[in-house]
């Protein structure tokens, strides 16, 4: 199977900058989609960022001009850079992939999270 490895999160301050990655290992043909998704406490898991393989965006609207989501298909790996950070960006962090196997078995994993915290 696929997993997934995030970093990058960790403590700053309102109007910082944070850069988040994601790696993937395993067997991975192709991979379609990559996004960043957080979960705030008590609240549900919200879609942040979306790639596409052929490049493609698509950002929630609060982070719009703020976020930026890149990969990297050589590495397997993608990246959230987060300027302008806000304390209502503190959240746990989760990294999503979806694509094939070469195997051709298809793949939807999930990173461990990172902690991403912004004080006033």
């Known amino acids: 199977q696929v997993q997934l490895v995030e970093s990058g999160g960790g403590l700053v301050q309102a109007g910082g900058s944070l850069r988040l990655s994601c790696t993937a290992s395993g067997s991975i043909w192709r991979i379609n989609t990559m996004g960043w998704y957080r979960q705030a406490p008590g609240k549900q898991r919200e879609l942040v960022a979306l790639i596409t393989r052929v490049g493609n965006t698509n950002y929630a609207d609060s982070v719009k001009g703020r976020f930026t989501i890149s990969k990297d298909n050589a590495k397997n790996t993608g990246y959230l850079q987060m300027n302008s950070l806000k304390p209502d960006d503190t959240a746990v962090y989760f990294c999503?992939?979806?694509?094939?196997?070469?195997?051709?078995?298809?793949?939807?994993?999930w990173g461990q999270g990172t902690q991403v915290t912004v004080s006033s």
């Open positions: 999503n992939m979806k694509g094939a196997l070469y195997s051709t078995t298809d793949f939807d994993s």
